[in-house]
Nanobody, 123 residues
Framework: QVQLVESGGELVQAGGSLRLSCAAS????????MGWFRQAPGKEREFVSA????????YYEDSVKGRFTISRDNAKNTVYLQMNSLKPEDTAVYYC????????????????WGQGTQVTVSS
């Protein structure tokens, strides 16, 4: 099991940028695939992005491609989500997820989840 703590969410104007962080502990971070999901009010949780243990082959949901970038620093046990050109529809609670297999993360069935960080984009 791994513990995940997200940070970086806040209120930002449309067109602005934020960087979310997810700090992991409890298991060898470098062996984990990591991902980001989000849940807007009244909607189901949806996949945003994921990355392999090595940092290669990042995956993105279509609506965030070209605007969001996922990265990781295995020395700091942290995964990041750089969000640029934010839109009001990006408003949601953003969750970090971790698992040994990338496909498990992408499917939403990751074994470990953080508590979430709120991102609000005003128009």
């Amino acid at each position: 099991q791994v513990q995940l703590v997200e940070s970086g969410g806040e209120l930002v104007q449309a067109g602005g940028s934020l960087r979310l962080s997810c700090a992991a502990s409890g298991r060898t971070f470098s062996s984990l695939a990591m991902g980001w999901f989000r849940q807007a009010p009244g909607k189901e949780r949806e996949f945003v992005s994921a990355i392999t243990w090595s940092g290669g082959m990042p995956y993105y949901e279509d609506s965030v491609k070209g605007r969001f970038t996922i990265s990781r620093d295995n020395a700091k046990n942290t995964v990041y989500l750089q969000m640029n050109s934010l839109k009001p529809e990006d408003t949601a609670v953003y969750y970090c997820a971790a698992d040994g297999a990338l496909r498990t993360v992408v499917s939403g069935r990751a074994g470990s989840w953080g508590q979430g960080t709120q991102v609000t984009v005003s128009s």
